[in-house]
């Protein structure tokens, strides 16, 4: 299946951007998905993970209290609501899948997005 990232964009320090993964295929649902990012002259960094049962998330210590990530299978979507942008938080956002595993977490993600840029202003 493909997965296409949208609602990136450039928004204020302080501000919010929920960005959307709408992923093809009928198995959507059990994917762990996953959303990494990766900064100029940076490697691309894990940023949070939910299970494909949606009952588990996982986030990378600098964003846990500013972003959120959910799904709705029944959309084939997953999401990534970010407040509190911090210019830190600048990159090129990725969505990324892996067959459903019993715990969730940051490798082995085989299914990639072609991204989508977001830029945070101090």
């Known amino acids: 299946g493909q997965l296409e990232e949208s609602g990136g964009g450039l928004v204020q320090a302080g501000g919010s951007l929920r960005l959307s993964c709408a992923a093809s295929?009928?198995?959507?649902?059990?994917?762990?998905m996953g959303w990494f990012r990766q900064a100029p002259g940076k490697e691309r960094e894990f940023v949070a993970a939910?299970?494909?049962?949606?009952?588990?998330?996982y986030y990378t210590n600098s964003v846990k209290g500013r972003f959120t990530i959910s799904r709705d299978d029944a959309k084939n979507t997953v999401y990534l609501q970010m407040n509190g942008l911090k210019p830190q938080d600048t990159a090129v956002y990725y969505c990324?899948?892996?067959?459903?595993?019993?715990?969730?977490?940051?490798?082995?993600?085989?299914?990639w997005g072609q991204g989508t840029q977001v830029t945070v202003s101090s």
């Open positions: 939910i299970s494909w049962k949606g009952e588990n998330t």
């Open positions: 990324a899948a892996r067959w459903g595993q019993r715990l969730v977490s940051n490798t082995q993600y085989d299914h």
């Open positions: 295929g009928r198995a959507f649902s059990y994917y762990d």
